[in-house]
């Protein structure tokens, strides 16, 4: 316990998922009754307009009379995906070479949206 009286919640685990702009965390956390409970947050990196940037935080809060059933729903969700549409992503954002397959087709189209403008241009219309 601290100086004032409040105890301090101290990770007793924790583990920690990398995904693009998303991480996940998984801490084990203690009650005061000296029993664990789970929680579950998804930060999400965001960029403002000035290039700086902020983290938005969902937190899910777990405790062991719904392990069970969390699990069992989770599990159930996941097979279901998988069943229905396979383990592979089905996102053209997952792909090795998304960015450059987009970069390049915004410079073919500006490419061709410029080489419409000018082709029609003659000094007279000036």
């Not at 947050?41 to 969390?70: A, C, M, P, Q, V």
């Not at 998304?98 to 390049?104: A, L």
Request: glycine fraction near 4%.
């Amino acid at each position: 316990m601290s100086d004032n009286g409040t105890m301090k919640n101290e990770d007793i685990f924790a583990r920690v998922i990398r995904a693009g702009r998303r991480t996940y965390f998984f801490d084990v956390r203690s009650t005061k009754a000296d029993d664990y409970y789970l929680t579950i947050t998804e930060s999400k990196k965001f960029t403002n307009d000035d290039g700086s940037f902020f983290y938005k935080k969902h937190k899910i809060y777990l405790y062991k009379e719904d392990f069970e059933n969390f699990q069992n729903a989770l599990n159930e969700a996941i097979n279901f995906i998988v069943n229905e549409k396979g383990e592979e992503v089905i996102s053209e954002r997952h792909q090795p070479n998304f960015s450059s397959e987009k970069e390049s087709s915004e410079l073919e189209e500006s490419a061709s949206t410029t080489n419409q403008k000018f082709t029609n241009l003659s000094f007279e219309d000036i």
